[in-house]
């Protein structure tokens, strides 16, 4: 795929993506901020399970834990997960 064609794609996703933002989550679901912090607790623990180290790891690490309440003001919508075009 050429850089015009990836460019094109990207921004068809960026669309799609803004609309999948905007669907509202059933009543039922867990809270942002709860589904959040869990996922940012198990990407600290995949960090200080794994051997390789970063220098600014403790820096990232203390700004996930001392902004965690954030995301509890964010509305409940569905999210896209990752995202990327592989290359």
Avoid at 26 to 36: I, L, N, S
Avoid at 59 to 84: E, K, M, V
Wanted: glycine content about 6%; aromatic content about 14%.
């Amino acid at each position: 795929m050429g850089e015009a064609e990836r460019y094109s794609f990207g921004l068809r996703a960026g669309e799609v993506l803004r609309k999948i933002h905007t669907l509202p989550m059933p009543e039922d679901a867990r809270p942002w901020g709860v589904r959040f912090r869990r996922k940012m607790q198990d990407w600290i623990d995949f960090y200080n399970n794994h051997d390789i180290k970063s220098e600014t790891a403790a820096f990232i690490i203390q700004y996930l834990q001392s902004n965690q309440a954030l995301p509890d003001a964010r509305p409940q919508t569905f999210c896209h997960g990752d995202f990327w075009a592989g290359i």
